[in-house]
């Protein structure tokens, strides 16, 4: 396990702790869509609350333009979720970078940190103000620790101490149990557009995993592979040669990817559109795959009922339409009902998990995104060894006060 400054090494009381969050939620209009992200840091803030001390709050949200203020991308939303969570007045602090009075505040939430030049470009000047306005720096956003961005990497140079966050600290424990010691049989769902995005998973899976099911615009791609018709769906042509290769290692490695023996399709890209569910031997060259047929979600349910740990990033297919999002909620239920110790990460994989009403159900759902996949890539992540470097540095000094 990772060598991190923890929240208890520290003595808290008096001091002003600023905490790095994930807040990047789905707002429509003024309304959270799904508070997910927000009830996972709840343990976090009331920690750190009742030590003692005083909590300025920094997220980002989307993707405003840097440096402009943008209604659409504002936290308010937030800040009004938390202080109902916490009982407790969270405002909404605009002009932040050069200090904020908490005289008379517990908690804050500063405006989004996107809002702010040199936030995504991992600024010095803006990461050194951020530095000063507390006494301890702490990550506890985990979705983000793949981005070396002023609020993720460069502030944790220039706090006193840098420290990483209780949900940020499970969710690499949890992470790191299940890949490098999984109960099996190992089942791994990985849905996405393309191929491209999820090359190296894939690649990383295939290593581990004694089922991958691949699913959305990615299984299109394999499709075309086996050889099949898929009229105007999703696929990337540049990468069918992959795809075949990936299926071949699959089988050297005793790892099966099962393909779909019927689809859902439509003839155009949208939620109107009539669906027709057809044994993927009869793909005609303008149908568009949209989704897996029902003959496919059972036997996936099958593949999945005799899992042991379960991996899942990733819809079936366009769960969105309600006509096309049988399979990822065929497959959602399938997960639930299972016995096997089941994750789940992802944008899409959290909004289905939360249209399907079986949050409470999968084992554990990490708040990340290109995080979460990064990590089961095997890739390092920037912020973490930020931490780590400020961890070292930390217990070196704390060696020589006791010389």
Same mark, same amino acid.
């Given at each position: ?115 702010e030049k ?82 190296i998973l ?54 099966? #990817? ?103 159900? #999968? ?13 089961l890539e ?26």
């Amino acid at each position: 396990m990772t060598i991190l400054i923890k929240l208890a090494d520290l003595e808290l009381s008096g001091k002003t702790v600023l905490i790095r969050e994930d807040y990047n939620v789905p707002i429509s209009g003024s309304e959270i869509s799904s508070d997910i992200r927000i009830r996972a840091t709840l343990p976090t803030l009331t920690q750190v609350l009742e030590a003692g001390a005083k909590i300025i709050l920094v997220s980002h949200l989307g993707r405003p333009i840097a440096g402009e203020y943008d209604e659409t991308f504002s936290l308010a939303p937030v800040a009004k979720s938390l202080s109902d969570f916490l009982k407790i007045n969270v405002p909404l602090i605009r002009n932040w970078t050069n200090g904020i009075d908490m005289a008379d505040h517990q908690i804050v939430l500063c405006e989004n940190v996107r809002f702010e030049k040199g936030e995504i470009k991992n600024n010095d000047v803006l990461a050194r103000k951020m530095g000063r306005l507390c006494q301890v720096y702490v990550n506890d956003a985990f979705a983000t620790a793949h981005r070396a961005q002023a609020s993720t990497y460069g502030v944790a140079k220039y706090a006193a101490v840098s420290a990483a966050g209780p949900l940020l600290i499970n969710e690499l424990k949890v992470l790191t149990k299940t890949l490098r010691n999984p109960k099996t049989p190992l089942v791994a769902i990985v849905g996405g557009a393309k191929v491209s995005s999820k090359l190296i998973l894939l690649e990383t899976l295939l290593e581990k995993v004694d089922q991958l099911i691949v699913g959305g615009g990615i299984v299109n791609t394999f499709l075309k592979a086996a050889g099949y018709e898929v009229g105007k769906s999703l696929y990337e042509a540049e990468l069918v040669e992959t795809a075949s290769m990936l299926m071949k290692q699959a089988k050297t490695n005793g790892c099966q #990817i099962p393909l779909p023996i019927d689809v859902i399709c439509g003839k155009a890209f949208n939620k109107n559109t009539i669906a027709v569910t057809k044994h993927i031997s009869n793909i005609e060259t303008d149908d568009i795959i949209m989704d897996i047929g029902p003959e496919t979600s059972k036997q996936l349910s099958e593949l999945i009922a005799k899992a042991n740990t379960i991996v899942w990033n990733g819809p079936l297919g366009v769960f969105e339409f309600n006509n096309f999002s049988q399979g990822t909620e065929n497959l959602a239920n399938s997960i639930a009902e299972s016995n096997a110790y089941s994750i789940a990460g992802g944008g899409d994989t959290i909004a289905a998990i939360s249209k399907f009403n079986v949050e409470d159900k #999968i084992s554990y759902i990490s708040t990340g995104g290109g995080a979460f996949l990064e990590f089961l890539e095997g890739k390092k992540l920037p912020a973490i060894e930020i931490l780590e470097e400020a961890a070292r540095a930390w217990r070196a000094m704390e060696r020589a006060r006791e010389l």
